[in-house]
């Protein structure tokens, strides 16, 4: 930790550990309700749309067998509409196991009994109303056709061109089919402070081997459907290219795999309509980034390179490779850690013509600003090289995204000193999808649950062609970035990366053109948010550059003149050294990557979840943002996220601005609640003090993922919010409200807020802060609104499941914003007091 009189970080005081009162639940949903009132009504709709589907499956098997097609001996796929709000749990129950959930209620479920007997037997009881908890099939709305449920597994794009699918055209495409079979794990037992260690022994034997009989239960489920795939592929000639699944532990099983295949429009169409348990069907999406011009300057470099110090962070760049021999770059390079993923190549050199882009990627994580032409400089961390990008910028469809994050994570930790930081500057070159977390960006969420590590991601490049479009049919600048089209990349989505957006480095304008977007504001290209589930995406944004484009005249052209682009190191001597000649997020992400090696410099034993909460707590929005008409707000948020990030506010502090975070990963489980406590001196919170201060709070979680369920509090494990002090509410009546009352939320008392912990209760309407696992919110409060002390809650809710405790790190800011009162020492002076008397009172 650095010294106090380095303006350094401090602790936060956790001082109460306990089990928040929780609001939840609620009356029936009013259809619900009318179905428990028109019990016969209702069951016999379901009942007979129930013996509908058992024929129409029953006929399709017939047709199978007669057209000698591969036969499938599991169950049958039925596609509900269940109430909205209800736990979907319940469905096993009837019968049905969970393939996957969908939006507004719906989902996919399973069955292997044709003739749906339990189904009918549990609506035969609703009906009757003579037996306890008959009521589940009230909540049942609809059994839906089978074209309702091809659409709900069809990617937009492949339900937009299946009737032109050829049947004896060749298709790659990713399918994700649930595995779970139903099947739950028994609760680890864990040793009571006064049972004996026989005791205690016997019942662990029990336990595992219940979870040995589960286990196998569930590997012959998985090993099933596997086959199953294996026998429709080599039916059709089709290839299997890769799998990927969850790694089973003992507290949970995977609940899905994924698959990559080369098939024909036959075999594709086959498993669509016959294989009860997929949930997603796409197109394999291209992975690449654009070419660049070439470039022929002549640039004089009289420099001195001095390598990094030892102890530097080692940052892994997942890219087109390197050119490791680059005077820029070569001091910095781990060689003997250098690998290629690309299948039959070895190289590990950026073999993208016109200046390379993973030498050009590294060049920006190492020269985050101007590029120095003279003297010396040292470098701040060292690079690791991970090529898998072909020498025209692209990934082989042969690698499996997915199956390739894992490949690099494991590599790592194989390594003696393993990195913590991955720089991602790749992606697909279209808008991700809104019904499932990928299986790219679920790796990466999952890998950094596992790992503890941090994913700097690009939000991704819109096409030039779809600029034009956009701009042609009357969306100009900045209105075609909120278009479809325009949305955030796949992995760009994902909870647990850094989705790093690009903004414009310069004012440009001559006679002629103008710069699409002048400076710090969002660029030309730089995709928007929110993300899945409304999730805030981009993160945060750095200087990638913008496009400038013709005034008048007919065609429109976009071109880079060198005032707009950042300046980056390229791969020589094809050309210069460095230039100013591409723009893109590919560039603004490793900015940030920067910034995380800093953090990570400062305070190497810390959490990357730490690292990921100090890059948004350092991001401020830019004079322009802030000074926007409030209603604007919603549209700067989708694309600037939490502002520009800043690698001093980041590591440092100053007399008006004080930072408080948590060392070390904590961890909390559904139903419990972490209460932290800053105290706040009298010659700030006194009446009559109008001081304008700055409260900033960023709370950085991670759960396990799981992809056949939707929205954040589904498809992670245990989902966290945090809320925090009221104007003048002081300790006791904060605690109070956490753990007793639960209080109402929509107290007048709260302060103004900029985005809220629920939609429409801050400034930025109809987004909440809760929808993350990067939690970052900001107020402007008078000195006098605050007590004696000011207080945070970190609270764990429902996921599901609720043996996995959620990982967090938190950070709180204060600051003097019209540096009119030093803060930090006075703020400091009192903590140091707090944290001697270290007490955690334990709240039952």
Same mark, same amino acid.
Request: charged share 25%; proline share 6%.
């Given at each position: 930790m650095p010294k106090y009189n380095d303006f350094g970080h401090l602790s936060i005081p956790l001082v109460l550990?306990?089990?928040?009162?929780?609001?939840?639940?609620?009356?029936?949903?009013?259809?619900?309700?009318?179905?428990?009132?028109?019990?016969?009504?209702?069951?016999?709709?379901?009942?007979?749309?129930a013996t509908e589907l058992s024929r129409f499956w029953k006929e399709r098997a017939q047709r199978r067998i007669d057209q000698g097609l591969p036969q499938i001996q599991s169950g049958i796929p039925i596609l509900l509409e269940i109430d909205p709000n209800a736990n979907v749990e319940f469905l096993r129950g009837l019968g049905f196991e969970i393939v996957a959930e969908l939006p507004e209620g719906f989902i996919i479920v399973a069955s292997d009994d044709v003739d749906l007997k339990?189904?009918?037997?549990?609506?035969?009881?609703?009906?009757?109303?003579?037996?306890?908890?008959?009521?589940? %099939?009230?909540?049942?709305?609809?059994?839906?056709?089978?074209?309702?449920?091809?659409?709900?597994?069809?990617? %937009?794009?492949?339900?937009?061109?299946?009737?032109t699918i050829s049947e004896n055209s060749d298709y790659y495409i990713d399918i994700g089919v649930s595995c779970s079979g139903g099947i739950m794990l028994p609760p680890q037992p864990f040793k009571e402070d006064d049972e004996t260690e026989e005791h205690y022994q016997k019942r662990y034997n029990i336990w595992r081997q219940k979870f040995i009989d589960a286990y196998m239960q569930w590997d012959e489920i998985k090993e099933e459907r596997e086959q199953i795939i294996e026998s429709f592929v080599t039916a059709y000639n089709g290839e299997i290219l890769d799998y990927i699944d969850g790694a089973a532990d003992l507290t949970t099983l995977p609940d899905s795999f994924s698959v990559r295949l080369k098939v024909n429009g036959k075999c594709l169409k086959d498993l669509a309509f016959n294989f009860p348990y997929i949930f997603e069907i796409l197109f394999s999406s291209e992975v690449t980034v654009p070419s660049f011009p070439a470039n022929n300057q002549s640039i004089d470099i009289n420099i001195d390179i001095t390598p990094p110090s030892f102890d530097s962070p080692i940052i892994s760049v997942i890219d087109s490779g390197i050119q490791e021999e680059h005077k820029y770059i070569a001091p910095a390079i781990l060689q003997e850690d250098s690998i290629c993923l690309i299948p039959g190549e070895s190289n590990t050199s950026d073999c993208v013509r016109h200046g390379g882009h993973g030498t050009r990627v590294t060049g920006a994580i190492l020269y985050p600003n101007d590029i120095p032409r003279e003297g010396t400089y040292l470098l701040p961390c060292w690079i690791r090289n991970i090529r898998v990008l072909d020498q025209n910028n692209r990934m082989p469809l042969e690698l499996y995204p997915p199956k390739l994050i894992r490949s690099i994570v494991q590599e790592n930790y194989k390594k003696q000193n393993p990195s913590k930081i991955f720089n991602h500057s790749i992606?697909?070159?279209?808008?991700?999808?809104?019904?499932?977390?990928?299986?790219?960006?679920?790796?990466?969420?999952?890998?950094?649950?596992?790992?503890?590590?941090?994913?700097?991601?690009s939000s991704g490049n819109i096409k030039g062609d779809i600029i034009k479009a956009y701009i042609k049919?009357? $969306? $100009? $600048? %900045?209105?075609?970035?909120?278009?479809?089209?325009?949305?955030?990349?796949?992995?760009?989505?994902?909870?647990?990366?850094?989705?790093?957006?690009?903004?414009?480095?310069?004012?440009?304008?001559?006679?002629?053109?103008?710069?699409?977007?002048?400076?710090?504001?969002?660029?030309?290209?730089?995709?928007?948010?929110?993300?899945?589930?409304?999730?805030?995406?981009?993160?945060?944004?750095?200087?990638?550059? +913008?496009?400038?484009?013709?005034?008048?005249?007919?065609?429109?052209?976009? +071109?880079? %003149?060198?005032?707009?682009?950042?300046?980056?190191?390229?791969?020589?001597?094809?050309?210069?050294?460095?230039?100013?000649?591409?723009?893109? +997020?590919?560039?603004?992400?490793?900015?940030?990557?920067?910034?995380?090696?800093?953090?990570?410099?400062?305070?190497?034993?810390?959490?990357?979840?730490?690292?990921?909460?100090?890059?948004?707590?350092?991001?401020?929005?830019?004079?322009w943002a802030i000074a926007s008409e409030k209603d604007k707000y919603p549209e700067i948020l989708r694309t600037i996220g939490y502002g520009i990030p800043d690698v001093t506010r980041a590591t440092q502090n100053n007399d008006y601005r004080i930072t408080f975070m948590t060392e070390n990963i904590l961890e909390i489980g559904e139903g419990e609640a972490h209460v932290?406590?800053?105290?706040?001196?009298?010659?700030?919170?006194?009446?009559?003090?109008?001081?304008?201060?700055?409260?900033?709070? +960023?709370?950085?979680?991670?759960?396990?993922?799981?992809?056949?369920?939707?929205g954040v509090k589904s498809y992670l494990s245990t989902w966290l919010d945090w809320c925090c002090s009221r104007i003048g509410e002081d300790y006791t009546t904060f605690t109070r409200r956490i753990f007793e009352t639960g209080g109402s939320i929509d107290d007048d008392g709260d302060f103004e807020w900029v985005i809220g912990d629920a939609i429409n209760r801050g400034i930025i309407s109809n987004f909440s802060r809760k929808n993350g696992t990067l939690q970052k919110d900001w107020a402007i409060i008078k000195s006098h609104q605050l007590s004696d002390a000011f207080c945070i809650a970190v609270r764990g809710h429902k996921g599901w499941g609720s043996l996995f405790k959620a990982k967090y790190s938190l950070v709180v800011s204060f600051e003097a914003i019209d540096q009119d009162i030093p803060i930090y020492e006075p703020i400091r002076s009192m903590v140091e007091v707090e944290v001697e008397n270290n007490e955690i009172q334990v709240q039952i």
């Amino acid at each position: 930790m650095p010294k106090y009189n380095d303006f350094g970080h401090l602790s936060i005081p956790l001082v109460l550990k306990g089990k928040p009162k929780l609001h939840g639940g609620g009356a029936l949903s009013p259809k619900t309700y009318d179905n428990r009132q028109n019990r016969v009504n209702h069951g016999n709709y379901i009942k007979k749309r129930a013996t509908e589907l058992s024929r129409f499956w029953k006929e399709r098997a017939q047709r199978r067998i007669d057209q000698g097609l591969p036969q499938i001996q599991s169950g049958i796929p039925i596609l509900l509409e269940i109430d909205p709000n209800a736990n979907v749990e319940f469905l096993r129950g009837l019968g049905f196991e969970i393939v996957a959930e969908l939006p507004e209620g719906f989902i996919i479920v399973a069955s292997d009994d044709v003739d749906l007997k339990l189904f009918n037997s549990k609506i035969d009881d609703f009906i009757a109303n003579i037996k306890k908890r008959c009521n589940s %099939p009230a909540q049942i709305y609809a059994l839906c056709d089978e074209a309702d449920r091809l659409k709900s597994i069809l990617s %937009p794009k492949l339900y937009t061109e299946w009737a032109t699918i050829s049947e004896n055209s060749d298709y790659y495409i990713d399918i994700g089919v649930s595995c779970s079979g139903g099947i739950m794990l028994p609760p680890q037992p864990f040793k009571e402070d006064d049972e004996t260690e026989e005791h205690y022994q016997k019942r662990y034997n029990i336990w595992r081997q219940k979870f040995i009989d589960a286990y196998m239960q569930w590997d012959e489920i998985k090993e099933e459907r596997e086959q199953i795939i294996e026998s429709f592929v080599t039916a059709y000639n089709g290839e299997i290219l890769d799998y990927i699944d969850g790694a089973a532990d003992l507290t949970t099983l995977p609940d899905s795999f994924s698959v990559r295949l080369k098939v024909n429009g036959k075999c594709l169409k086959d498993l669509a309509f016959n294989f009860p348990y997929i949930f997603e069907i796409l197109f394999s999406s291209e992975v690449t980034v654009p070419s660049f011009p070439a470039n022929n300057q002549s640039i004089d470099i009289n420099i001195d390179i001095t390598p990094p110090s030892f102890d530097s962070p080692i940052i892994s760049v997942i890219d087109s490779g390197i050119q490791e021999e680059h005077k820029y770059i070569a001091p910095a390079i781990l060689q003997e850690d250098s690998i290629c993923l690309i299948p039959g190549e070895s190289n590990t050199s950026d073999c993208v013509r016109h200046g390379g882009h993973g030498t050009r990627v590294t060049g920006a994580i190492l020269y985050p600003n101007d590029i120095p032409r003279e003297g010396t400089y040292l470098l701040p961390c060292w690079i690791r090289n991970i090529r898998v990008l072909d020498q025209n910028n692209r990934m082989p469809l042969e690698l499996y995204p997915p199956k390739l994050i894992r490949s690099i994570v494991q590599e790592n930790y194989k390594k003696q000193n393993p990195s913590k930081i991955f720089n991602h500057s790749i992606g697909c070159g279209s808008p991700c999808e809104l019904k499932h977390m990928s299986s790219w960006a679920a790796e990466i969420d999952y890998q950094s649950y596992l790992n503890d590590i941090l994913f700097i991601q690009s939000s991704g490049n819109i096409k030039g062609d779809i600029i034009k479009a956009y701009i042609k049919a009357g $969306y $100009y $600048y %900045p209105n075609y970035l909120h278009r479809e089209l325009s949305r955030i990349c796949d992995p760009a989505q994902s909870l647990q990366a850094i989705t790093v957006g690009s903004i414009a480095i310069n004012n440009y304008e001559t006679e002629d053109s103008i710069a699409l977007g002048q400076k710090d504001e969002p660029s030309s290209f730089s995709r928007s948010g929110p993300g899945i589930w409304d999730v805030i995406k981009p993160d945060v944004v750095e200087y990638g550059g +913008t496009e400038v484009i013709n005034k008048t005249g007919e065609p429109l052209t976009l +071109t880079t %003149p060198e005032d707009v682009c950042p300046e980056l190191i390229r791969k020589s001597p094809e050309g210069p050294a460095f230039s100013k000649d591409v723009v893109g +997020t590919s560039f603004s992400a490793p900015k940030v990557t920067y910034i995380a090696s800093q953090i990570e410099k400062t305070f190497p034993n810390a959490p990357a979840l730490l690292y990921r909460a100090l890059i948004a707590q350092s991001a401020h929005w830019p004079e322009w943002a802030i000074a926007s008409e409030k209603d604007k707000y919603p549209e700067i948020l989708r694309t600037i996220g939490y502002g520009i990030p800043d690698v001093t506010r980041a590591t440092q502090n100053n007399d008006y601005r004080i930072t408080f975070m948590t060392e070390n990963i904590l961890e909390i489980g559904e139903g419990e609640a972490h209460v932290f406590r800053v105290p706040i001196p009298e010659e700030l919170s006194s009446v009559g003090e109008d001081y304008n201060v700055l409260v900033e709070i +960023t709370l950085s979680y991670a759960a396990k993922p799981r992809r056949t369920r939707r929205g954040v509090k589904s498809y992670l494990s245990t989902w966290l919010d945090w809320c925090c002090s009221r104007i003048g509410e002081d300790y006791t009546t904060f605690t109070r409200r956490i753990f007793e009352t639960g209080g109402s939320i929509d107290d007048d008392g709260d302060f103004e807020w900029v985005i809220g912990d629920a939609i429409n209760r801050g400034i930025i309407s109809n987004f909440s802060r809760k929808n993350g696992t990067l939690q970052k919110d900001w107020a402007i409060i008078k000195s006098h609104q605050l007590s004696d002390a000011f207080c945070i809650a970190v609270r764990g809710h429902k996921g599901w499941g609720s043996l996995f405790k959620a990982k967090y790190s938190l950070v709180v800011s204060f600051e003097a914003i019209d540096q009119d009162i030093p803060i930090y020492e006075p703020i400091r002076s009192m903590v140091e007091v707090e944290v001697e008397n270290n007490e955690i009172q334990v709240q039952i």
